[in-house]
């Protein structure tokens, strides 16, 4: 049992991963454009998904409108900045604006972080305000803001889902719903509509794969991880999206990215190992 739960939330976070890269290396090297790929991973991950509900043989769709509104802005985002991002940088953003966003609303709800962890906070905004620092290194603002937004509307989405008796019928029933958003999209950017089959492949892996198999895998492994270990195992996912986009798409592991990625995620790593006052 610890060999599969080891190795479905191993699979799950290259999943995660394999997210950031599979999007920058479609809007990098081909020319399907930013509302063209998020329409095609979001159509083939509800396709996955609800295949997945079917063959499970029990149960049926659920989620909500709010929760797929969530889902789409968090998958437009996501896409946008990445037209601009490389797949660390992207992934290091979205990462630190989920969590900040999350702890923000604990914050709100009553949590009160003690001493250390109020230090890992200014040690996680300290690596994020680095990064984003003008310089050679520093991410195109408006991509960075991008992605940002897609944190918190990642954040607001797994805020909505908590207490889902079935998350994978509620993702599947999610991400059906996002689809009507996409019309609207499409409207505002034809102009910018472009077409192309390498490209179209890599955002149905992304929708399909990455991201419908990949939750999939992910919810079967959840019931057997403590919240603190769900949570910390996550930090995982921007350092390997950072190196998978140095092997794979020859991005540059700068000495900038490293020393943030350091600091954001020690900085995280240290608000979740430290229980918060209730």
Same mark, same amino acid.
């Given at each position: 049992?610890? #060999?599969?739960?080891?190795?479905?939330?191993?699979?799950?976070?290259? =999943?995660?991963?394999?997210?950031? $890269?599979?999007?920058?290396? =479609?809007?990098?090297?081909?020319?399907?454009?930013?509302?063209?790929?998020?329409?095609?991973?979001?159509?083939?991950?509800?396709?996955?998904?609800?295949?997945?509900?079917?063959?499970?043989? @029990? *149960?049926?769709?659920? *989620?909500?409108?709010?929760?797929?509104?969530?889902?789409?802005?968090?998958?437009?985002?996501?896409?946008?900045?990445?037209?601009?991002?490389?797949?660390?940088?992207?992934?290091?953003?979205?990462? +630190?604006?989920?969590?900040?966003?999350?702890?923000?609303? +604990?914050?709100?709800? *009553?949590?009160?972080?003690?001493?250390?962890?109020?230090?890992? #906070?200014?040690? =996680?905004?300290?690596?994020?305000?680095?990064?984003?620092? !003008?310089?050679?290194?520093?991410?195109?603002? @408006?991509?960075?803001?991008?992605?940002?937004?897609?944190?918190?509307?990642?954040?607001?989405?797994?805020?909505?889902?908590?207490?889902?008796?079935?998350?994978? =019928?509620?993702?599947?029933?999610?991400?059906?719903?996002?689809? !009507?958003?996409? #019309?609207? #999209?499409?409207?505002?950017?034809?102009?910018?509509?472009?077409?192309?089959? $390498?490209?179209?492949?890599?955002?149905?892996?992304?929708?399909?794969?990455?991201?419908?198999?990949?939750?999939?895998?992910?919810?079967?492994?959840?019931?057997?991880? @403590?919240?603190?270990?769900?949570?910390?195992?996550?930090?995982?996912?921007?350092?390997?999206?950072?190196?998978?986009?140095?092997?794979?798409?020859?991005?540059?592991?700068?000495?900038?990215?490293?020393?943030?990625?350091?600091?954001?995620? +020690?900085?995280?790593?240290?608000?979740?190992?430290? @229980?918060?006052?209730?």
């Amino acid at each position: 049992m610890m #060999l599969r739960i080891v190795v479905f939330t191993t699979l799950a976070m290259l =999943a995660f991963a394999g997210n950031s $890269v599979l999007c920058r290396v =479609a809007l990098r090297d081909s020319q399907l454009d930013p509302a063209s790929f998020t329409a095609i991973r979001l159509a083939s991950g509800a396709l996955a998904l609800c295949l997945l509900v079917l063959l499970r043989g @029990k *149960g049926r769709l659920q *989620g909500n409108w709010r929760s797929a509104l969530a889902l789409f802005g968090y998958a437009a985002g996501f896409s946008f900045a990445y037209v601009d991002l490389d797949a660390g940088t992207g992934a290091l953003i979205l990462f +630190g604006a989920v969590q900040a966003s999350m702890i923000g609303y +604990g914050w709100l709800q *009553g949590e009160r972080l003690r001493p250390l962890q109020i230090l890992g #906070l200014l040690l =996680a905004i300290g690596g994020l305000l680095f990064l984003l620092l !003008p310089g050679a290194h520093a991410p195109q603002p @408006k991509a960075a803001a991008m992605m940002v937004l897609a944190g918190v509307a990642w954040a607001f989405y797994s805020l909505l889902g908590r207490g889902s008796t079935d998350p994978l =019928a509620a993702t599947a029933g999610n991400f059906l719903r996002s689809l !009507p958003a996409l #019309l609207p #999209l499409a409207a505002l950017y034809y102009a910018h509509l472009s077409w192309d089959g $390498v490209g179209a492949l890599y955002a149905v892996l992304s929708g399909a794969l990455a991201s419908g198999i990949g939750y999939a895998i992910w919810y079967a492994a959840l019931p057997h991880l @403590k919240a603190m270990q769900a949570a910390s195992v996550q930090l995982s996912v921007p350092i390997i999206a950072a190196i998978a986009g140095s092997l794979l798409l020859g991005e540059q592991l700068s000495l900038h990215l490293l020393t943030a990625s350091v600091a954001v995620l +020690g900085g995280i790593a240290l608000i979740l190992l430290i @229980k918060a006052k209730a």
